[in-house]
């Protein structure tokens, strides 16, 4: 399995387990609502003499398998302040790419603006999660539905991760 770490932050931001898509500057990652915890099992034992220890026990959590699996955290940004966020963080890839893939700077100025230019007109649509340690400096990942409307996706900036095996 491969996990996919802000090269930022280091935080974990998704992993292969789940369909990647390479579109333009971006990969997109579809994902699914799930539950996680609260095992219902039945022993045949007498539920009234221990209804009180069972509430507490179990806690469900329902959410997108991505943020779940991978501990990120939601933010909020309006227009104004993602436009400052997204020009650091871009400023901050370009100078990584610089250090470790020089020739590919040009293009990811290039196709980071048109994925940007994208964001800015469907901004309304998107939900913001940051990593795990919610480093400002690190990448904001943008969640997303496809046409259907109810399939997440996750849209992530590809020189932004880096992939480690596992």
């Not at 280091?10 to 990647?20: G, N, R, T």
């Amino acid at each position: 399995m491969i996990v996919f770490k802000d090269i930022i932050s280091k935080d974990e931001l998704f992993s292969d387990a789940l369909p990647i898509k390479e579109v333009g500057a971006a990969y997109e990652v579809d994902c699914a609502i799930i539950t996680i915890g609260a095992v219902e099992v039945n022993t045949g034992a007498n539920a009234s003499a221990e209804e009180a220890a069972e509430a507490l026990d179990d806690e469900a959590k329902t959410g997108i398998n991505v943020v779940l699996s991978h501990n990120l955290a939601p933010t909020n940004f309006d227009k104004k302040t993602y436009m400052v966020y997204i020009k650091s963080y871009l400023k901050a890839v370009a100078a990584k790419l610089a250090e470790t893939n020089p020739e590919r700077v040009a293009d990811f100025k290039t196709e980071s603006a048109e994925l940007v230019k994208k964001i800015l007109a469907n901004f309304k649509d998107y939900e913001f999660y940051t990593g795990e340690s919610m480093d400002p400096e690190g990448m904001v990942a943008l969640l997303n539905y496809r046409e259907d409307g109810v399939t997440p996706y996750f849209t992530f900036f590809k020189d932004g991760v880096q992939g480690e095996k596992f």
